[in-house]
């Protein structure tokens, strides 16, 4: 029986309480996620017992989006090893399952030297603690990243003001609050009036999940074709751009879903600010710039969600991120505060 199919699914609460929850919780010995892959036409918790699971889960994009990456990363040692399973094959297996994110490499070093100072008696309980501890300072960080973005859009004369985003970095790409969209959140609950161009995102068209959160919180938007963005910014409605990272190099310059590149471009050409938003764990000091991001190569299927889109057999590329300079980026909004590209090097780690 396939994986998906042993996956004990249970439903969630109506919509308006989504956002109130996590996307990744305890449950006993096992953990609980918001099953990504069946919005924004089904909500459902998908249970993970297993290591595999937790593997899987990364890999099919159950969940996505880097902090919440690294955080089912964590969780997935915890129950590798209530398996019995060994810390590094626990690591490399959970390790192989997207290459581009680094927050999942940063949680699971984190979960290794916790586990490795650990006495065996109780490296099932530090586990615990410490993927636990992974997901509260995910929701922490988030909710300051929130706090520090808002005066972008409180600076702003226009209101509505128009915000343009791409990809999904709100909290379903979290354990919660989200990363783009935090400063957003926090405005519309300060009583700023904001409107959010959201890009649909092809190829997986993860702007249906941004339009589907905002649609839960109250928040004005409109969902775009991908294409249509630069025209927005030619024709001065947009005032600001925000989008997450899931990988930023030292020097600044930073990888996220592919088509923010261009974005960048966009906003540069027409004098719209542009801004990253992302935790400092998405930070890689260790990578010296964007040519050193590994750029993560998906399926083709992922066109036409398994269906057949190209002429007899055309060939597909489909990179799943690019990678925009640091010159392009006007900040970079952390939980410590906003950032210019080329001054990381300040942040404390």
Request: proline letters at 6%.
């Amino acid at each position: 029986m396939p994986l998906r199919q042993r996956q004990e699914v249970q439903a969630l609460p109506r919509p308006a309480e989504l956002n109130d929850l996590r996307t990744i919780c305890e449950d006993g010995g096992a953990v609980l996620i918001l099953d990504q892959t069946r919005l924004p036409n089904e909500t459902a918790f998908v249970r993970l017992t297993t290591l595999d699971e937790a593997a899987h889960a990364i890999r099919g994009m159950q969940v996505r989006g880097a902090p919440l990456i690294g955080a089912t990363a964590a969780y997935g040692i915890a129950l590798a090893l209530a398996q019995g399973i060994p810390l590094e094959r626990a690591i490399d297996t959970l390790a192989a399952t997207r290459p581009t994110a680094i927050n999942l490499r940063w949680a699971l070093e984190r979960m290794r030297r916790a586990l490795q100072e650990s006495a065996p008696v109780v490296r099932q309980a530090v586990a615990w603690q410490e993927a636990r501890a992974i997901a509260n300072e995910d929701e922490e960080a988030n909710a300051a990243i929130g706090r520090h973005g808002l005066p972008l859009l409180q600076a702003s004369r226009n209101r509505p003001v128009q915000a343009m985003t791409h990809c999904n970095a709100g909290w379903l790409a979290t354990v919660a609050h989200g990363t783009a969209i935090a400063p957003i959140y926090a405005a519309h609950g300060a009583g700023i009036d904001v409107h959010v161009w959201v890009s649909e995102t092809r190829p997986r068209n993860q702007g249906l999940l941004t339009a589907w959160e905002l649609a839960q919180a109250g928040v004005a938007h409109t969902l775009i074709a991908d294409n249509a963005a630069g025209l927005l910014m030619m024709q001065g409605r947009v005032d600001l751009v925000i989008v997450g990272a899931d990988r930023i190099a030292a020097n600044g310059d930073t990888a996220n879903k592919v088509g923010t590149y261009l974005k960048a471009l966009a906003a540069r050409a027409h004098g719209v600010p542009f801004y990253v938003a992302a935790p400092v764990s998405t930070i890689d000091f260790a990578c010296p710039d964007g040519a050193a991001i590994p750029i993560e190569e998906r399926d083709a299927a992922e066109f036409g969600h398994g269906a057949k889109v190209s002429p007899g057999g055309t060939p597909i590329a489909n990179p799943a991120f690019d990678v925009t300079p640091a010159q392009l980026i006007s900040g970079i909004i952390t939980e410590q505060g906003i950032f210019s590209a080329n001054s990381l090097a300040a942040i404390e780690r």
